[in-house]
């Protein structure tokens, strides 16, 4: 069993079924206690999972926080998630 398991967006291109079974799969690796570094577009699904995350613009990290820090941040829920 890896320690470390590092995605880089897996969620890209699938159809929402897909994505959420991804990420279902994600989740349960990490819970079994393997680390998981994730790059993804997908918001609300990865910081949903979460427990640390990083927000970069333009190549700089302009937000970091726990996974639920970043999705109560009013600028992601109107940037990123449009609410």
Request: hydrophobic share 40%; net charge negative.
């Amino acid at each position: 069993r890896p320690a470390l398991l590092m995605l880089d967006e897996p969620s890209l291109g699938l159809s929402p079924i897909l994505v959420k079974a991804i990420f279902d799969i994600i989740k349960e690796i990490n819970q079994q206690g393997t680390t998981i570094l994730l790059v993804e577009q997908n918001v609300f699904h990865s910081l949903s999972l979460s427990c640390r995350g990083y927000v970069l613009e333009n190549g700089s990290i302009v937000l970091s926080g726990t996974g639920q820090e970043l999705l109560r941040n009013q600028h992601i829920r109107q940037s990123y998630l449009g609410l």
